[in-house]
């Protein structure tokens, strides 16, 4: 299954190097794709952001806009989960605050490592601008003389 996400991050690796047009807003259409994506992660062994991921790159989206969106599809589907397994438990035998602190440090956790991820990718987008506009320079350089 690694390589089933390995395959799948490759590919958007590929289409991230394209030249091609992204989306501003993240529509129904995509929003379904990357669900649809999300859903194939529910099979042990695949990364769901992973695939989240190349679902928004495949539905032309801006990578920041897909980042944020793989997030909140993590809040649904963690809270959705734990308000499941907190309903199955007997409260008795347990105490709350150690599960509510791990989730209050997930949570935190996860919101930092999505905004880093998104500066991250806003970064890499201004090298990338700033190399080609270093690179045509050099060549209007080499050109004149």
């Known amino acids: 299954m690694i390589i089933f996400t390995g395959i799948f991050l490759l590919y958007t690796f590929l289409l991230l190097k394209l030249k091609r047009h992204e989306k501003k807003t993240i529509d129904l259409k995509s929003a379904c794709t990357i669900g649809f994506f999300q859903a ?4 042990p062994g695949l990364s769901r ?4 991921l190349t679902g928004g790159i495949l539905s032309n989206n801006k990578i920041n806009n897909t980042l944020k969106f793989s997030f909140y599809l993590y809040l649904i589907a963690s809270f959705g989960a734990f308000i499941l397994e907190i309903t199955s438990i007997n409260l008795n035998n347990i105490e ?15 919101l930092f490592s999505s905004k880093r991820a998104a500066f991250l990718a806003r970064i890499r987008a201004h090298q990338r601008r700033y ?15």
């Open 131 to 145: 190399i080609r506009e270093a690179r045509k320079s050099s060549l209007r350089e080499a050109e004149r003389g």
């Open 49 to 52: 952001s992973g695939l989240t």
């Open 40 to 43: 194939i992660a529910l099979i």
């Open 96 to 110: 709350l605050y150690p599960i509510i602190i791990s989730c209050i440090a997930s949570f935190i956790t996860t």
